[in-house]
């Protein structure tokens, strides 16, 4: 009864609980029982136990289980952000999205690892060690949601929330063989999410597959008080259910999906099969142009250790976290608590934040990344007015061996290429599993306007249903 609990999608799940054919105290311990026994290092925290009181059997998402990224506060449970400097933080509230799903009816199930404070795209960059893929233990499973994604592939949890501020719930999500969203900058509240760059950051569903992330989406949007930079999202998520492309014009971006990103052959090949696929399903596909999108890793990497290096400065041993002594003085204990507390990678990016916005650079780096940033906006606006979706490769690659790239952080940093263009223009995009490339799972993503999830997710599930992608060898 157990192995069918658990292949059951979170949605499926939900609606078998409201109908009374399962118990989710029961579907609850038989997740908490294979997070327990993570050997993924997906989990920082799992919790201990069931939550008291049932919840209500008619609630939109019936007590299913939820992992939650260390980034997001809760009430009372360590929300570490992937920092030493936080370790064993307990916070005194619960992010507003974590809020609104427990109100729903999801159950707090785990915190997932994460690469630290979001920065990174494998999961190396944890304090509390490396995130394996559940489908090759050697290999990294993305980041820097990689304990979310990790956790729904394997089955340790029906579906997970994480952060995107690059790619780092599509990447992850690629790498591991699941749905990963991020949806239009502002639809979801930033509230109890530890910034790491705030006009960037956004929360979004990791799931088996798109009817799951339409589901949790869906209890995760809207304006939020706590929130200035939140929005009232224009409808409702609906429900996919698209079986054809009729109608749809798919545009491809040379800047993204050839030989300049260092597309893998694999990866390329899936590609091109995902894009016949679509065609087949009455798709419109033509090539088209993103003249500035091959900038936007080197904007991303400006602008969002600027806005690091500003909000990590809140981390300085007085108010919360870590403190270390220094030699008595309050500089030096700043100094030595911040020392020991970040990892190298984020010392790296506060010092690229610090230097491009000190006097004399500002315009120079931050200024010129901003104006880059706004050509990017024109240009995906420009093809809007042509095409539906902008479809490219999630990642340029498959997940990389552990290790591989942490000594050369350009190499790193180029796994986002596909996918920092987004962000910069605060418009949605999804990644489904489009198949396998010498055994490892391949993403496809398709981006949309601003506030199109629900057109976008309809899209992609007409694709996930004729792809066809089985994800269980992961979860075995």
């Known amino acids: 009864m157990t192995s069918e609990l658990l292949e059951l999608s979170a949605a499926q799940a939900a609606e078998r609980v409201r109908a009374g054919e399962i118990d989710a105290g029961e579907l609850f311990e038989a997740y908490r029982e ?66 609104q799903l427990q109100q729903a009816g ?60 690059g790619g780092s719930i599509r990447q992850p999500a690629a790498l591991c063989g699941i749905v990963g969203l991020k949806p239009t900058y502002g639809a979801c509240s930033r509230y109890g999410m530890i910034a790491f760059a705030s006009s960037l950051d956004q929360a979004g569903p990791l799931t088996r597959d798109v009817t799951d992330s339409a589901l949790l989406l869906r209890h995760m949007i809207g304006k939020d008080p706590c929130d200035s930079t939140s929005l009232a999202f224009p409808g409702e998520i609906s429900t996919p259910t698209a079986t054809d492309l009729k109608g749809i014009r798919l545009g491809v971006p040379e800047e993204l999906t050839g030989s300049d990103g ?53 981390f300085d041993g007085v108010r919360y976290g870590l403190r270390v002594a220094g030699d008595g003085g309050l500089v030096s204990m700043y100094e030595a608590t911040r020392a020991a507390g970040f990892g190298p990678e984020v010392k790296r990016r506060i010092m690229l934040g610090t230097y491009a916005l000190s006097s004399g650079y500002y315009d120079a780096y931050y200024g010129t990344a901003q104006r880059v940033r706004t050509k990017i906006s024109e240009d995906f606006r420009a093809a809007f007015e042509r095409f539906d979706f902008i479809v490219t490769p999630t990642s340029p690659w498959t997940a990389f061996e552990l290790g591989a790239k942490t000594d050369d ?23 489904i599993p489009s198949g396998l490339s010498d055994g490892l799972p391949v993403g496809f993503q398709l981006a949309g306007p601003a506030f199109s999830e629900s057109r976008l997710l309809d899209a992609a599930f007409a694709l996930e249903q004729a792809i066809g992608f089985d994800g269980r060898s992961a979860r075995a």
């Not at 944890?126 to 995130?131: D, E, I, K, M, Y």
């Not at 952080?409 to 990644?431: E, H, K, Q, R, W």
């Open 34 to 99: 294979r997070a327990a026994a993570d050997e993924l290092n997906a989990f920082t925290w799992v919790a201990p136990e069931a939550p008291g009181g049932a919840p209500a059997a008619n609630a939109s998402l019936a007590g299913v289980p939820l992992a939650v990224k260390d980034l997001f506060c809760t009430e009372g449970i360590p929300s570490q952000a992937g920092s030493r400097i936080l370790e064993g933080y307990r916070p005194p509230y619960t992010a507003t999205v974590v809020h």
């Open 409 to 431: 952080p350009l190499a790193m940093y180029l796994n986002d290429f596909c996918t920092v263009p987004m962000p910069l223009a605060g418009i949605p995009a999804i990644s």
């Open 106 to 165: 999801a159950t707090l199930l785990g915190k997932t690892n994460q690469d630290e404070f979001a920065m990174g795209s494998s999961n190396e960059n944890s304090a509390f060690g490396p995130v394996l893929n559940p489908w090759d233990r050697t290999r990294v499973p993305g980041g820097s949601s990689g304990g979310s994604a990790a956790a729904v592939a394997a089955g340790l949890a029906p579906w997970a929330i994480g952060t995107d501020t």
């Open 262 to 314: 260092g597309v893998e052959p694999g990866v390329r090949a899936s590609f091109d099969r995902t894009i016949a696929l679509a065609e087949q399903l009455g798709a419109e596909i033509e090539t088209c142009r993103l003249p500035h999108a091959p900038h936007a890793l080197s904007a991303y990497y400006l602008i969002a250790p600027a806005e690091a290096s500003a909000n990590l400065a809140r």
